[in-house]
């Protein structure tokens, strides 16, 4: 006797469980230029999971990578307490709030999510790279002193193209590939 589960099923479990990187852009549409500028990167983040970031740093467009045709992709304000806007049915997204967003995050497949739904995040995460428009990248939160984070975010912010010298105390945390 042998056991058949559907290929379907087995895709959407699959897919469903990806590796999902949120991307937290301070300029509108800024995920889909050629040349996005600045950004804070939640990296591989689950599912429900809002990535947020304190202190407050303006969010005005998110962009999404590695999810499933049928996961929501939402940005968000405050800990992602309710839906700015949302999409679904690509791998890729790029959301603009079109006002200030504090977060976003992705759900898996089931109820539909509307503009303005509450949205009941199970954790929030701070992003954990921050990247240049040049393609440098920094590690930021967690193992790295909130000083030196503080730093990098503001250089992401402030200077998303890297033409300032990076500051000697930064450079011990740049992600070398």
């Not at 600045?38 to 590695?66: K, M």
């Not at 000697?168 to 590939?177: K, M, R, S, T």
Request: proline share 6%; net charge negative.
């Amino acid at each position: 006797m042998h056991c058949t589960f559907p290929l379907f099923a087995i895709s959407v479990l699959v897919s469903s469980a990806a590796s999902v990187n949120i991307n937290l852009y301070g300029g509108s549409n800024a995920c889909n230029n050629t040349s996005p500028g600045g950004r804070l990167v939640c990296g591989g983040i689950a599912a429900g999971t809002c990535c947020s970031f304190n202190p407050v740093q303006d969010v005005l467009s998110a962009g999404f990578t590695g999810m499933a045709t049928t996961s929501v992709a939402i940005i968000a304000n405050g800990n992602c307490q309710q839906s700015l806007n949302t999409a679904t049915g690509a791998t890729t997204y790029c959301l603009n709030s079109f006002n200030t967003a504090r977060g976003a995050l992705w759900k898996a497949p089931g109820r539909e999510i509307r503009v303005g739904d509450p949205l009941n995040c199970e954790k929030t995460v701070e992003p954990n790279i921050a990247t240049f428009a040049n393609g440098r990248s920094f590690k930021i939160n967690y193992d790295v002193p909130s000083n030196v984070t503080d730093v990098i975010v503001d250089m992401v912010m402030t200077d998303p193209q890297l033409s300032l010298p990076v500051p000697d105390e930064v450079l011990p945390y740049e992600i070398v590939n």
